[in-house]
């Protein structure tokens, strides 16, 4: 009892429940998804971004119902669709600090075509996809990121596809800041979402999680806690060759920044055309943002 | 004699510079005080010998399409032009190449003119070489020919030439002027035999308008420009395409930005992101670009966000006819998309209305929250009108309805049930505006929610706003022209087709057929009071429309339960006036001979 009345009290203190609304998750207990509403709540809290100025963006599926559960502007669009409506708003309002939420069906399956596009456009938004291997919001159905072998209603016999490695992926599309974090691991993620969201341009951050519905045998608290494990401390975060090996070593790969290099963002190239073309840029607040 | 009414036809092979040669022409005629409505037809291959042709009409009063006959045809490819030298009516004239290299497969076009038609050979290619030492200018040499011929004024052409071939270096534009001057003086110097003769122009422009020589896409991107257009995503499709690159060009001189996205999806998808953000945002595509933006359109009815998407429709289903035009996308930008999804749906009859549609599209969505569908169609988004613009912006540069400070807070409904379905938008950046929008069925508050009383409540919310767009203000949403009281037919027609219906009418009239026609430019919320208005007045009732099924005739007779006289055409091409003329004669109980054709 005394350690939940000194964690409440930690809670309230951190100003971060200011960024959550009123509706309760509609999650599972135990789904790897709540400390994401806590991490982001936090980063939002800790790096100083008004509400107001908060624009989360998502998908379709459990991970996607993620707008709902803070009270900032939230558009909770189609399946798939997170990551181009996301950089609708950004153009729209460079002002405005976004995020795309999502997991791996939305992300890898449906919404894959856009991926590397957002990245080579750079647009400065942070996308968290919750990654826990399964469709969990149509009851457990084999997903991209689904192991081979996995047995689900739809591959009853045994999923018969090797999974994405959705990490070397955005690597080689050229994300600007990718890491991995671990639903598991609440303090890690925190610290991870900050470093995302404090980065200037598009920063991907694959969050690894178990569906404690669906998936009893894979992706669980057990087999997660038992091989994750972190980044080796002499990584070189600017090597995108490093960065790629890493990607590929391991199941799953380690957690914490893999690669993370400035580059101008497709705002700065869209001002880019406005000053060619002689025209005059709009006026900005300009976002205050944590050096990295 | 009448005012002026002259048709020109320019046929070539693609690489005989033909539509650069009408484009001169028809910019050179608007420049010489005379009204040009013009459209070009080319094939959809960039190179080879595909046909081209430019066409185009001027006129002192105000036309609505081509004529079915032109007057003068100029030949850079007799090959091509010899079928269309049927199209030159009696005591009309051909102009050609008098000395070729080849014959061309037919025999020479010589054999092929009617009597009454009167040939006009010109050496064209040794004009070239001896004005410019190169043949590359035979089209510029035929324009001048054309120009001499006529009397048509030098200096417009010199103007032009100048403004077409300035990018290209002073010395470029001097030899291609030498080029037309020559032809001019061979022009003018020619023997005249037929009867076509330019009156003096009228320029008549109102005290406070610039006429410009435009065509729908260009109109469009100007009604955006001048709405204050702020964020534009689009993926290249014909014939949508030039509406983006011309966008691309100008969007940045404004401050404004325009990204090319990964693919239609991803362009609507960005647009409606732009447009819960607040800014006034679109995108510009095709048939098969609106199907693969049918289920994101749903959303932006649900979450009741702005957006406006242009259509130019081309030849359907699938990949059709890419450079030929239907109006076959009238069900799909009405009812395509799964649900009840009403959506505010457009259609501009001319050029002029393709620049009011695009600004007020912008209005409308702004002032009842929800995606906006301009249709257009290749021939009107292609074709070239004369249209006198004002100086000022005609657009409300912002018609959101914007919540009072007390109803902002922890309480604020975004989606709160009022009168007229309008509620009140807070946008990012507004302290106490949070909300989510959903694509789930939700409550005022925008939580999820699917009680039966309050999906039927949103549902009607959706509905009834709406309404709005039929009353908004200084907008047309139908006009009448025509016998204002009984007529024996109606024309009741909708977007590029109905200048070709105009066209039939006035003919009709004259020989004494009581005959009128609407166009409807607002097809969803659609008019039904003054359409049913309309057709009480008229005994018979047509509806002319360039796709199979008759997908306007449908819509009118399903909402109204009302029977129209179906003229369904599928050529590629717009609707023949002899067609509808045939329609309205038989309707109307004549049986008088078909047209000359």
């Keep these: ?171 080689s599309y050229g994300a600007s800041w990718v890491g991995q974090s671990y639903a598991g691991q609440p303090d890690h993620l925190k610290e991870m979402i900050v470093k995302a969201m404090a980065h200037r341009g598009f920063s991907y951050l694959h969050i690894l999680s178990p569906c404690v519905t669906f998936d009893k045998t894979h992706r669980t608290y057990g087999n997660l806690g038992m091989t994750v494990r972190p980044v080796p401390a002499s990584h070189d975060t600017t090597n995108q060759n490093a960065a790629m090996q890493l990607a590929t070593g391991g199941d799953p790969p380690p957690i914490g920044v893999y690669y993370a290099v400035p580059r101008p963002t497709l705002g700065d190239s869209l001002d880019g055309l406005v000053m060619k073309a002689g025209g005059e840029l709009p006026r900005r607040r300009g976002t205050a943002r944590a050096a990295e | 004699m009448d005012a002026t009414d002259i048709q020109i036809l320019i046929v070539g092979s693609a690489g005989d510079g033909t539509i650069a040669a009408g484009n001169i022409l028809r910019q050179a005629l608007a420049e ?54 049927g199209e030159v009516r009696d005591w009309g004239a051909v102009l050609y190449e008098s000395k070729p290299v080849a014959n061309a497969p037919q025999g020479h076009i010589t054999g092929h003119i009617r009597p009454g038609q009167i040939p006009y050979g010109c050496a064209i290619r040794e004009i070239s070489e001896k004005a410019t030492g190169a043949n590359r200018s035979r089209n510029i040499v035929a324009l001048g020919y054309l120009a001499g011929l006529y009397g048509l004024p030098r200096e417009a052409f010199h103007a032009i030439i100048d403004r077409q071939f300035k990018k290209r270096g002073a010395e470029v534009a001097s030899v291609n002027r030498k080029a037309f001057d020559e032809g001019y003086a061979a022009g003018a110097g020619a023997f005249k035999l037929d009867d076509v003769a330019f009156g003096p122009p009228q320029p008549n422009v109102a005290p406070g308008t610039v006429v410009e020589m435009i065509n729908g896409n260009a109109a469009v991107v100007k009604g955006c420009l001048d709405a204050g257009i702020d964020c534009f995503f689009g993926y290249p499709i014909t014939p949508a395409t030039t509406i983006m690159e011309r966008l691309a060009t100008e969007m940045p001189r404004h401050g404004k930005r325009l990204v090319q996205t990964e693919d239609e999806i991803s362009a609507i998808s960005a647009t409606i992101g732009a447009g819960f953000a607040g800014t006034r945002s679109a995108t510009a595509t095709s048939g098969p670009g609106l199907s693969l933006m049918q289920e994101m359109l749903g959303l932006g009815t649900m979450a009741e966000v702005p957006s406006v998407v242009f259509v130019s429709q081309r030849g359907g289903p699938s990949t059709g006819m890419p450079t030929k035009t239907e109006q076959s996308d009238l069900n799909s930008a009405l009812f395509g998309g799964h649900g009840d999804a009403p959506r505010i749906v457009m259609a501009p009859t001319n050029v002029e209305g393709c620049y009011r549609c695009a600004g007020k599209a912008f209005e409308m969505a702004e002032a009842y929250q929800t995606p906006v569908i301009v249709l257009l169609d290749l021939y009107l988004s292609n074709r070239y009108e004369t249209v006198a613009f004002g100086q000022k912006s005609p657009f409300e540069p912002d018609v959101n309805k914007r919540p009072r400070k007390q109803d902002l807070g922890a309480g604020y409904k975004r989606f709160a ?102 166009k409807v430019v607002m097809l969803s919320p659609f008019p039904e009071e003054a359409v049913s208005a309309f057709m009480d007045d008229c005994a018979a009732v047509l509806v002319p429309e360039l796709n199979h099924d008759g997908q306007f005739a449908r819509l009118v007779q399903g909402t109204l339960g009302r029977k129209v006289v179906k003229l369904t055409r599928v050529p590629g091409v717009p609707m023949r006036v002899s067609d509808i003329l045939g329609e309205i004669r038989r309707l109307a109980g004549r049986n008088l001979p078909q047209a000359a054709e």
Aim: hydrophobic fraction near 40%.
């Design chain 1, 1 to 171: 009892m005394v350690y939940l009345e000194e964690k409440l009290k930690e809670v309230q203190d951190s100003g971060r429940l200011e960024y959550r609304s009123k509706a309760l998750p509609t999650w599972c207990p135990g789904c790897g998804y709540f400390a994401m509403v806590d991490g982001v709540a936090h980063a939002l809290n800790a790096l100083g971004i008004p509400k107001e100025n908060t624009v989360v963006v998502s998908g379709i599926g459990c991970s996607s119902r993620f707008p709902f559960f803070l009270d900032t502007f939230g558009m909770h669009t189609l399946h798939g669709r997170a990551l181009p409506t996301a950089t609708g708003v950004k153009v729209a309002n460079e002002d405005l600090t976004v995020l795309a939420v999502g997991g791996d069906g939305d992300g890898f399956a449906i919404g894959c075509g856009h991926l590397p596009h957002v990245a080579k456009r750079n647009v400065d938004i942070t996308y968290l996809l919750f990654d826990n291997g399964i469709y969990g919001l149509t009851k457990g159905q084999t997903s991209p990121t689904s192991a081979k072998g996995f047995k689900t209603p739809t591959s009853p016999y045994e999923n018969p596809d090797q999974p994405l490695n959705p990490l070397l992926m955005m690597l």
């Design chain 2, 32 to 85: 010489a005080g005379y009204k040009v409505i013009s459209f070009d037809v080319y094939p959809p291959e960039i190179r080879g010998f595909g046909k081209c042709i430019a066409r185009m009409r001027a006129t002192i009063a105000q036309a609505y399409s081509l004529k079915q006959q032109s007057d003068v045809m100029l030949s850079l490819d007799d090959s091509h032009a010899i079928p269309h030298v």
């Design chain 2, 417 to 518: 049930l009022v009168e007229g379905g309008v509620s009140p938008r807070a946008v990012p950046g507004d302290a106490g505006g949070m909300h989510i929008v959903t694509g789930l069925e939700h409550n005022e508050m925008g939580r999820p929610a699917d009680s039966a009383e309050m999906h039927l409540a949103m549902c009607d919310k959706r509905l009834d706003k709406l309404k709005g767009a039929l009353v908004h203000p200084d907008f047309t949403v139908t006009k009448r022209f025509g016998a204002m009281g009984k007529a024996a037919v109606g024309l009741l027609a909708w977007g590029s087709t109905f200048g070709e219906c105009l066209e039939a009418m006035f003919q009709a009239e004259k020989e004494g057929i009581d005959c009128a026609a609407m």
